[in-house]
């Protein structure tokens, strides 16, 4: 199954609560057998496309412009969604 993980800073964990829930099911479910994307905030130090296994697409995050609260994440949100859509869908 193709498995897509959006909304979260990023893997590996350098934040906490949600992306070490994100990173531990990603890892978990892509040793299962799934195909599991996390889409990373640009911003993320993580440079590999790739971490045990799990895919990692960088999607723009406008935190830096607007502030780490409200409107800077439904944008990076809808930006992970967008590419989900674009990628994923057949």
């Given at each position: 199954?193709?498995?897509?993980?959006?909304?979260?800073?990023?893997?590996p964990?350098?934040?906490?609560?949600?992306?070490?829930?994100?990173?531990?099911?990603?890892?978990l479910?892509?040793?299962?057998?799934?195909?599991?994307?996390?889409?990373?905030?640009?911003?993320?130090?993580?440079?590999?496309?790739?971490?045990?296994?799990?895919?990692?697409?960088?999607?723009?995050?406008?935190?830096?412009?607007?502030?780490?609260?409200?409107?800077?994440?439904?944008?990076?949100?809808?930006?992970?969604?967008?590419?989900?859509?674009?990628?994923?869908?057949?």
């Amino acid at each position: 199954m193709k498995i897509a993980i959006a909304g979260t800073r990023g893997i590996p964990n350098n934040y906490g609560g949600f992306e070490q829930c994100a990173e531990y099911l990603s890892v978990l479910l892509t040793e299962m057998g799934h195909e599991v994307i996390v889409y990373n905030s640009h911003y993320h130090p993580y440079e590999n496309t790739e971490f045990k296994g799990v895919q990692i697409v960088k999607c723009y995050n406008p935190e830096n412009k607007i502030g780490t609260a409200g409107i800077s994440s439904m944008i990076f949100c809808v930006c992970g969604m967008l590419f989900v859509k674009r990628r994923m869908c057949f």
